[in-house]
């Protein structure tokens, strides 16, 4: 199945600002999905990012505040933009897999202070 | 929309017992994923179920797949430390998309 490198692990910051999440993935890859893991809560899917066109996301979520880039098959980033302390999650991305159902990266712990 | 509920919302056992967790789905599933959670860190896929009936089995866990129940089990048997962690499960909708259950928090005591 498909390994997909997720960083930065964890951070931590200030409110106001931008944090960029990247996730690459070791094959090519038609679709991936990143999510929001609030604490204590389940996974909620933020949006759907395809190579080439505009990402479509969820109820609830804006390009503005979750811009996500897909610039190729292996690749993609979400910015979670003018953090609050409501921003504090889990983030994940995840591809489809196949035999293995979705595989995830391996989150990125955002607190924002 | 389809949701997923999971009883119980947490369990505490001790080491050697058996446990089962529970997925159940307001709608149809057309599949049902289990994933295990370590705290703070991503999810690592234990077991995929394609079809109503359909049961698999690693290592010391066992998933079932009940298309007419609407509903999923996860067994464990004889549980050990390595165990503990949260487990989600996920159904795959309609739209190429997976939605999850709220997850169950286990912890075995030693």
């Known amino acids: 199945s498909a390994v997909i490198s997720q960083k930065p692990s964890r951070d931590i910051c200030q409110r106001g600002t931008s944090l960029t999440i990247q996730c690459q993935v070791d094959?090519?890859?038609?679709?991936m999905f990143w999510y929001r893991q609030q604490p204590g809560q389940s996974l909620t899917l933020i949006a759907t990012?395809?190579?080439?066109?505009?990402?479509?996301?969820e109820s609830g979520f804006v390009i503005d505040k979750f811009p996500i880039s897909r610039p190729n098959l292996t690749f993609s980033t979400l910015t979670v933009s003018n953090m609050s302390p409501e921003d504090s999650s889990i983030y994940l991305c995840?591809?489809?897999?196949?035999?293995?159902?979705?595989?995830f990266g391996s989150g990125t712990r955002l607190t924002v202070v | 929309s389809q949701e997923l509920e999971q009883s119980p919302q947490s369990l505490i056992v001790q080491e050697g017992k058996n446990l089962t967790i529970n997925c159940t789905s307001s709608?149809?599933?057309?599949?049902l994923y289990w994933y295990k959670q370590k705290y703070g860190e991503g999810l690592i896929f234990l077991m995929m179920?394609?079809?109503?009936?359909e049961e698999k089995s690693h290592e010391k866990i066992t998933a079932k797949l009940d298309e007419k129940k609407q509903q999923s089990s996860l067994h464990i048997t004889a549980s050990q430390p390595s165990h503990a962690g949260i487990y989600l499960c996920?159904?795959?909708?309609?739209?190429?998309?997976?939605?999850f259950g709220p997850g169950t928090s286990l912890s075995v005591i030693p």
């Open positions: 996920g159904a795959p909708t309609s739209y190429d998309k997976v939605i």
């Open positions: 179920l394609q079809k109503g009936g």
């Open positions: 709608k149809t599933l057309y599949g």
């Open positions: 995840s591809v489809a897999a196949a035999r293995y159902g979705y595989t």
């Open positions: 990012a395809n190579q080439g066109s505009e990402a479509t996301y």
């Open positions: 094959s090519q890859v038609t679709m």
